[in-house]
T-cell receptor
Framework: EAQVTQNPRYLITVTGKKLTVTCSQN?????MSWYRQDPGLGLRQIYY???????DKGDVPEGYKVSRKEKRNFPLILESPSPNQTSLYFC??????????????FGPGTRLTVT | DAKTTQPPSMDCAEGRAANLPCNHS???????VYWYRQIHSQGPQYIIH???NNETNEMASLIITEDRKSSTLILPHATLRDTAVYYC????????????FGSGTQLTVLP
């Protein structure tokens, strides 16, 4: 089954404690992306990756890091989480974005609470 | 990407067709219309997309007006599981930029 998986699905942590949210896709997609969703603000892109070792900032990259060492994985790293990073996070993937149109597949979401 | 306007909410009776409108009056010739939906706090789900012609797949139909300034997503036989926020998105093909999800339409399917 084609899918995007995220782990963990729920996480409560404390300010400053480094954490990683994993994202994996089994569709051999080149493009992967991280979004956060907050009430009243919709989905906002954090980082995206066009392919292995190619990443770029989205609209709200501050406080986040990503890496793309393998095609299937795109982890989101919060080096020093703060309460304003409490949010619902989604990972997404799609086939090459220079070949249009394309459909993005989203993961189930990770609900993060930073106290 | 062109801006879209959708009604904030709609109701539909179970088993009836749900018609969700979207206005995109500033759309340009090479911009596609995409529809996604998000069932409460789940990841958004792709439904359908189109450029000029009407499109149909197993989930829905997309009707785009001839001038392309508006479109309608049709769920032919709505079920309770179709209750979700539906997003109409207009974007250039081949763009690496993110999908811009606006406020969408909250569709509630009533028993």
């Amino acid at each position: 089954e084609a899918q995007v998986t995220q782990n963990p699905r729920y996480l409560i942590t404390v300010t400053g404690k480094k954490l990683t949210v994993t994202c994996s896709q089994n569709m051999n997609h080149e493009y992967m992306s991280w979004y956060r969703q907050d009430p009243g603000l919709g989905l906002r892109q954090i980082y995206y990756s066009m392919n292995v070792e190619v990443t770029d900032k989205g609209d709200v990259p501050e406080g986040y890091k990503v890496s793309r060492k393998e095609k299937r994985n795109f982890p989101l790293i919060l080096e020093s989480p703060s309460p304003n990073q409490t949010s619902l996070y989604f990972c997404a993937s799609s086939s090459r974005t220079d070949i249009a149109p394309y459909e993005q597949y989203f993961g189930p979401g990770t609900r993060l609470t930073v106290t | 990407d062109a801006k879209t306007t959708q009604p904030p909410s709609m109701d539909c009776a179970e088993g009836r067709a749900a018609n969700l409108p979207c206005n995109h009056s500033t759309i340009s010739g090479n911009e596609y219309v995409y529809w996604y939906r998000q069932i409460h706090s789940q990841g958004p789900q792709y439904i359908i997309h189109g450029l000029k012609n009407n499109e149909t797949n197993e989930m829905a139909s997309l009707i785009i007006t001839e001038d392309r300034k508006s479109s309608t997503l049709i769920l032919p036989h709505a079920t309770l599981r179709d209750t979700a926020v539906y997003y109409c998105i207009v974007r250039l093909s081949g763009s690496a930029r993110q999908l811009t999800f606006g406020s969408g339409t909250q569709l509630t399917v009533l028993p």
